[in-house]
């Protein structure tokens, strides 16, 4: 199975084998399995393995309706049908997409355009989902006037959305997340941790949380940054190893709406957040405002940011007060 558009290139590695011994005599379950382009993570606390697994087929059969839902690499889903639809003629959504094109809709306006889902045809042209091209200033200049959520009238009481243009939805900044509140909601308050690969979410332990390792920005299998996850969502949002290079330029995956052409930062940031729609979007919109703008973006708006800036052989963190003091995490170490 193809991916979402990958742009949460940097791993969070979860230590699963960690005893928290507030679950009594509970024991851990764990399922691995592949979805949404990532190997996936999925576990719970729960008296018997039977019980365990049985949550746990819950939250998956959420994970893998949204795919079908969302993943543009199905021909069937409700945002390739959206692609798909000819212009100027409305599209009547499902309830629930409907509800999540509204809330992206309002998250592109807050970030001032930071984040904008609409850019599937800019990706197209950069060859994103490739081998990686730079395209010639003819095909740029066609992609981005077909680019920007300015090209999608969505209409939230009658549940439509209208291409003003061929402009084409890519979920990768939104889709995790979404999937992940989506699983979040069928778990309830029993204890479970979600790893979807570049995010997290977990909720309903009583002892001190998952510990996690948000990943050193160019070599994800090093942990530069030790912290436990009690509850929320943290999603991270970077470069490494994703990023491709055409002609001997850096044609990174997360793009910068407002300028049509990829993020030049290189480092990468993470964002909790009680839901997993909101950090999702967040660590994208972030990332592409880059540390400086994004650190006061996200101080004026009260966002739990950590920005790993790399410098020469060092990495340089800077994080928001609402990072340090976020209820649902506790840091435990730099590196």
């Not at 018997?48 to 697994?53: E, K, M, Q, S, V």
């Not at 291409?163 to 995790?176: E, H, P, Q």
């Not at 990495?315 to 995490?329: N, P």
Request: hydrophobic share 45%; charged share 15%.
């Amino acid at each position: 199975m193809k991916p979402f558009a990958a742009v949460l290139a940097v791993a969070m590695t979860v230590a699963m084998t960690a005893a928290l011994s507030a679950q009594g005599a509970s024991q851990l379950v764990v399922r691995d399995v592949y979805l949404m382009g990532t190997r996936a993570s999925l576990a719970t606390y729960a008296t018997t393995r039977d019980a365990g697994l049985t949550a746990l087929q819950s939250a998956l059969a959420a994970l893998e309706h949204t795919e079908a839902e969302l993943s543009t690499w199905r021909d069937t889903s409700e945002m390739s049908r959206l692609n798909r639809q000819p212009i100027g003629t409305p599209w009547r959504a499902t309830p629930g997409v409907c509800r999540l094109l509204d809330e992206v809709r309002r998250w592109h306006l807050a970030t001032g355009g930071a984040f904008d889902p609409a850019i599937g045809q800019l990706l197209a042209a950069w060859d994103v989902h490739g081998e990686g091209a730079v395209p010639n200033a003819a095909d740029q200049a066609r992609a981005a006037n077909t680019s920007g959520f300015a090209h999608l009238a969505v209409d939230s009481t009658l549940c439509t959305a209208t291409r003003l243009s061929d402009v084409a939805i890519d979920v990768g900044a939104f889709g995790k997340g979404e999937a992940l509140d989506r699983a979040a909601a069928v778990m309830g308050r029993d204890p479970w941790m979600i790893d979807l690969g570049g995010q997290v979410s977990a909720g309903g332990l009583t002892g001190d949380g998952w510990p996690l390792a948000i990943a050193h920005p160019h070599i994800r299998t090093r942990p530069h940054v030790r912290l436990t996850l009690l509850r929320g969502s943290l999603s991270t949002s970077g470069g490494s190893e994703r990023d491709l290079t055409a002609g001997g330029t850096r044609v990174g995956h997360i793009f910068d709406p407002r300028t049509g052409r990829p993020a030049p930062f290189a480092g990468s940031v993470t964002v909790w957040h009680e839901r997993g729609l909101a950090a999702d979007i967040l660590s994208t919109a972030l990332y592409v405002m880059g540390p400086d703008e994004g650190l006061r973006w996200a101080a004026a708006h009260q966002v739990a940011a950590l920005y790993l800036i790399p410098e020469g052989a060092t990495v340089q963190t800077r994080m928001t007060a609402a990072f340090q003091t976020a209820s649902g995490l506790t840091l435990s170490a730099l590196e």
